[in-house]
């Protein structure tokens, strides 16, 4: 029992990802600007919450979820691969597989068909199904800004828009 109690503990501070953005946001309850340091270690179990701005949490395989305005989500680490939990608002994903990390909508398995889309707490579409319908933050011209900038950072993504799967029930009766 001891080994297994150090071995949470050891998970807990163990780094997940890398935070970006533009505007002051909060990483485990505390705001963060990222004016200074531009990249902010994000540890197993951290909850981060997007200020006025998106922001981009950046896996160690290069994967990223970028969390829009307002959005807040939490990290763990499970059988080696990261595990993003979105807890309210939306999020745009770029993965290196379609298995390189684990989505969650809240306690519900998120399952991409692709290697980029977005979800929401009221459901999971491809980038330009969200955007055709206007009702998100991830716009056709955020997806492109997003995925340009992934690439730019040298990552490899090309700017085409996967799908994302669009069946199963909203988690939220908000939609």
Do not use: C
Not at 78 to 85: S, V
Not at 86 to 91: D, I, Q, V
Not at 110 to 125: A, D, E, I, K
Not at 127 to 135: E, P, Y
């Amino acid at each position: 029992m001891t080994l297994s109690l150090l071995g949470v503990a050891f998970a807990q501070g163990e780094k997940v990802a890398t935070a970006t953005s533009k505007a002051t946001f909060q990483l485990k309850g505390a705001p963060v600007d990222p004016s200074g340091v531009p990249n902010w270690p994000v540890n197993f179990g951290d909850e981060i919450v997007a200020g006025t701005a998106l922001v981009t949490l950046t896996m160690a395989d290069g994967s990223t979820v970028s969390l829009s305005p307002g959005s807040r989500g939490v990290v763990t680490m499970k059988d080696g691969k990261p595990n993003f939990k979105l807890t309210s608002g939306e999020a745009l994903y770029v993965l290196k597989t379609t298995d390189a990390v684990k989505l969650y909508a809240l306690d519900k398995a998120v399952r991409p068909t692709g290697l980029q889309g977005h979800y929401s707490l009221g459901g999971t579409r491809a980038g330009a199904a969200g955007a055709a319908a206007g009702a998100t933050y991830w716009t056709a011209g955020h997806i492109a800004l997003v995925t340009l900038a992934v690439a730019g950072a040298g990552i490899g993504i090309g700017v085409g828009v996967a799908n994302a799967n669009d069946s199963g029930t909203p988690v939220s009766g908000s939609k």
